[in-house]
């Protein structure tokens, strides 16, 4: 699986056409066979449909979404809005189909100028691949877009290693070793990856800068996947449909928790779910009136009480009304302070206790929030919350902000959480479902050497 993402960001920057040989092959055979080819242009126009079904699904936050489901739809078909593993081979195979599409028109328009044979014309258009086509690569785009800093500055630290390579030595791999460190790839995985890559670089004689990167950023890009192979980076909804779905928020002020919250119950107001928010955060200025305005601006009810009151009171009122008035989803805001670990511990305990007597199964996701631009520093905070809470997965706001991307990879190796959202950007729609292939490919991409022939 890894040298097939390899291959792509390689691909991405040979500018290789790599499906133009199928294509004529196939204008040959189809001149030679008048019977095959819209039997064929049919069966691939049916194939690229059935399998552009599943983007759709990974689109739900989108306006598309909304008109495509019932507002009605049960929570629980939320859950599969991060399965994208197989988003790669759709944005390839997509591609590939509309590319044959336009081969197999012009080679049709031709047969029925001479045989004068409009056979079903309409199948072989297969026109709903059209938009498939642009919400698929969207995503790629915004991963592209967000992980420019973080590509830009790991490549520049790549290229000042590389630039007075000598021979791959010792002191080259050391060398290598605090490049990874200074990207935040973490200690631990730094020392990890030198030490894999010293055998590979062996096994491969790779003696030339090009060969050496390469063998760096395709031992990156399969440790990153390898780690989360069994990682589960989707976010889990309340099992039974007639119960509202509690999302937890933990961290410390100042990450972007507030407005992770507010992001997401604009996409989940946008696909139809009735969402209300709970200010359980009571301890610091102002949260209360920033979670209400987020809750003005997105169009949900927003559960307060007055500065200073117990925060498990706010979350219990939340909890009653959530059932009581049918809402689907609920957001829950809390305290963010780390300074007395045991006051804090306590107050997220009684809080979930509230929760969970309510509803047995809630909440359902503990999320903790860290600012992706801090790099070691939200790795202590994550193994602080760790041991306050139980934390099921990782919110990195600010992506976009940060030459630090290895973060990412720090987070799973030390702590082995999983990342669930990425903050990319600060539009609404910025906060986006973490997607493994989606993040290596944006973070290695303009670093690997084209393939000459």
């Known amino acids: 699986m890894g040298m097939g993402l390899f291959d792509r960001l390689r691909r991405a920057f040979s500018g290789e056409p790599e499906e133009e040989p199928k294509k004529e092959d196939e204008i040959v055979s189809t001149s030679e066979e008048n019977q095959e080819p819209e039997e064929t242009a049919t069966n691939e126009a049916t194939t690229a449909t059935s399998e552009d079904d599943q983007p759709e699904v990974a689109e739900t936050t989108t306006a598309e979404a909304k008109e495509a489901e019932p507002v009605a739809k049960e929570v629980e078909d939320t859950k599969e809005v991060v399965q994208t593993p197989e988003k790669v081979e759709v944005i390839e195979e997509v591609e590939t189909t ?24 309409k199948e072989t258009k297969a026109e709903p691949e059209e938009p498939e086509i642009q919400t698929t690569s969207s995503e790629t785009v915004r991963y592209d877009k967000g992980l420019a800093k973080s590509r830009k500055g790991f490549g520049a630290k790549l290229n000042a290693l590389l630039a007075n390579f000598r021979r791959v030595d010792e002191d080259f791999f050391e060398e290598l070793e605090e490049t990874l ?17 010293q055998d590979e670089v062996k096994l491969r004689n790779a003696k030339s800068r090009s ?29 039974d449909p007639t119960e509202p779905t509690v999302f937890l928020f933990v ?66 009122d939340a909890v009653v009304k959530a059932k009581k008035e049918n ?17 804090l511990m306590n107050e997220l305990d009684k809080i979930k206790r509230v929760i969970t007597r309510e509803l047995p199964d809630a909440p359902q996701e503990v999320l903790l929030a860290l600012d992706a631009t801090t790099g070691q520093n939200a790795l202590t905070q994550a193994k602080q919350f760790k041991e306050v809470t139980d934390v099921t997965g990782i919110v990195l706001t600010k992506l976009d902000g940060t030459a630090r991307g290895g973060i990412v990879l720090a987070i799973r190796n030390e702590l082995h959480l999983p990342v669930k959202l990425v903050g990319l950007g600060e539009k609404m729609d910025d906060l986006r479902d973490f997607s493994p292939e989606e993040f290596v490919y944006g973070l290695f991409k303009g ?3 084209p393939k000459k022939d």
Do not use: C
Not at 103 to 114: F, G, Q, R, T, Y
Not at 328 to 334: A, C, F, G, Y
């Open 98 to 121: 509309s590319e044959n599409n336009e081969v197999e028109i012009a080679k049709k328009a031709d047969e029925e100028s001479v045989e004068q044979q409009s056979d079903e014309p």
């Open 251 to 316: 961290g410390v002020n100042g990450v972007g928790k507030t407005t992770t919250i507010g992001k997401l119950a604009h996409r989940y107001q946008q696909a139809g779910k009735k969402v209300l928010l709970a200010a359980g955060d009571t301890f610091r200025a102002g949260a209360i009136e920033q979670l209400a305005e987020w809750g003005r601006r997105v169009g949900v009810d927003v559960v307060t009480k007055p500065e200073k009151s117990d925060p498990a009171a706010v979350v219990y």
């Open 211 to 239: 060969d050496v990167s390469d063998a760096i950023i395709e031992r990156l890009v399969d440790i990153y996947e390898s780690e989360g192979v069994d990682e589960d980076n989707s976010l889990h909804f309340a099992k």
């Open 181 to 197: 460190i200074e990207a935040d790839v973490g200690f631990e995985t730094a020392m990890k990856i030198s030490d894999e890559l």
């Open 447 to 449: 670093l690997v050497t």
């Open 327 to 343: 809402y689907d989803i609920l957001l829950v805001d809390t305290a963010g302070r780390l300074q007395n670990k045991v006051n």
